[in-house]
């Protein structure tokens, strides 16, 4: 693995003393958001499958990651597809959703996690966000099925790679009979009480998009203990050929498979799963331990309870740290006031040193597309705030501790 540590600025000045307004100079080479982190043996399964000739939909490669996912997750089946969307579209059809049918989602979340419910014709129902996990709050959880007893499917998503309240939200789920797809796509590696998400729902999915914590540059998968639904998502992945000898259809079918290609990437990625996941902790402990003495805090877990994978560092500032923001639909800007920041200031600052981050995701109920959709909440609108409030820091595995010195130094430049 190469990982440079020659992109510093000559200039930059990292001593405590240095914050105010920070002697460090735009880097010439951008510090990312996430991007992949290769070792070698991607490239070593990819011509694999090039000298064996399966450049396809079938081979070793496949194969292989199916059987390693399920052993590292601890569930039976897995099939892999060309996207975690695709995966959460192949569950949401396992689930049975038909048109008109409600169905409670994560809000605060990546819009992958439900578009495939309106794939289906279902109405996504969204519901509220908790400050501990920032998941789907089993109370907002428990309200949706007050007001909507019929519904059946519960779709939430672990955001950043951090659990959601699994103990609370299957008992909610149980007691009305509603059956959970987790969309783990952000929290592959994750644990909560020891036991991997993408393991706690009846259908669950994991992605291999170029930033998550492992990757096959694109590629995702279907988790489950069910043979049958397995069986089926073999199937209607494949455009559901039925067993004749010509090309038979009784159901529609999709190209959603994987190819033996990618899977060599995430094959080659597999055995790094566990060191991409300390780096990605050394990462947000850092940033933990930095800012202790501003007015923020990183995005929340439960140490009792699980073990993130640390995917995405974010931080939310504290209400009373808060200058003032204006959110358009389309533009932000704010007025900085002293000892004061937002996310709007701290992200124009760090892109004016060539450094990503990124604002938490829009909750869903904000966006214009599902403006007339139901949204429940217990305690006003938790997800608005995080919105309001957070951002995500810089969380690439190849930051070299001295970038990240330097990344600290500027958010802290914008409190002054
Ligand atoms: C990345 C992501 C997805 C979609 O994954 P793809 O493999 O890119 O389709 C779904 N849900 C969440 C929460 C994600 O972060």
């Known amino acids: ?28 080479e951008k510090i990312w958001l996430s991007t992949p982190t290769m070792h070698g043996d991607e490239m070593k399964y990819i011509q694999q499958a090039y000298d064996s000739n399966w450049m396809s939909t079938l081979g070793e490669n496949i194969n292989e990651i199916e ?8 569930c039976k089946y897995a099939v892999a597809l060309s996207s975690c969307t695709a995966a959460l579209h192949m569950a949401v059809k396992l689930a049975g959703v038909k048109p008109g049918d409600r169905v409670f989602c994560s809000d605060m979340t990546f819009a992958a996690t439900l578009n495939p419910v309106v794939y289906e014709g279902g109405i996504p129902v969204f519901i509220d966000t908790e400050y501990d996990t920032w998941n789907m709050d089993p109370a907002a959880l428990e309200k949706a099925f007050e007001q909507y007893p019929d519904v059946k499917l519960v779709v939430f998503a672990n955001l950043y790679g951090t659990p959601a309240k699994m103990d609370e939200l299957q008992a909610v789920c149980e007691a009305h009979g509603a059956v959970i797809i987790e969309d783990a796509a952000e929290s592959f590696g994750a644990t909560y009480k020891g036991k991997q998400t993408g393991s706690f729902g009846k259908y669950n999915t994991i992605s291999f998009n170029g930033n998550k914590i492992v990757t096959g540059s694109s590629g995702g998968m279907l988790l489950t203990d069910d043979k049958d639904a397995a069986d089926k998502v073999r199937k209607w992945s494949t455009q559901s050929r039925e067993n004749a000898p010509w090309y038979q259809h009784a159901e529609i079918g999709y190209n959603y498979r994987m190819s033996n290609v990618i899977a060599g990437v995430v094959r080659g990625q597999m055995p790094y799963l566990d060191e991409h996941i300390a780096r990605k902790k050394a990462i947000y402990m850092r940033y933990k331990e930095a800012f202790c003495d501003l007015p923020v805090s990183m995005n929340p877990y439960n140490a009792d309870e699980c073990e993130p994978n640390y995917w995405l560092s974010c931080m939310i500032i504290d209400k009373a740290a808060m200058c003032k923001q204006i959110r358009s639909e389309e533009e932000a800007s704010f007025t900085d006031g002293a000892g004061k920041s937002c996310p709007t200031e701290i992200l124009d600052k760090l892109a004016e040193y060539n450094i990503e981050g990124r604002p938490i995701w829009k909750p869903m109920h904000m966006q214009p597309i599902f403006r007339d959709n139901a949204f429940v909440s217990v305690d006003g609108d938790v997800g608005a705030d995080i919105f309001e409030r957070g951002l995500c820091l810089p969380s690439d595995i190849k930051m070299t501790a001295e970038e990240q010195e330097a990344v600290i130094q500027i958010v802290k430049s914008c409190f002054m």
């Open 1 to 28: 693995m190469s990982i440079k540590t020659d992109r510093l600025p000559k200039s930059m000045d990292c001593s405590a003393e240095g914050i105010g307004k920070p002697r460090i100079e735009r880097f010439a």
């Open 67 to 74: 059987r390693l996912v399920c052993e590292k997750v601890g």
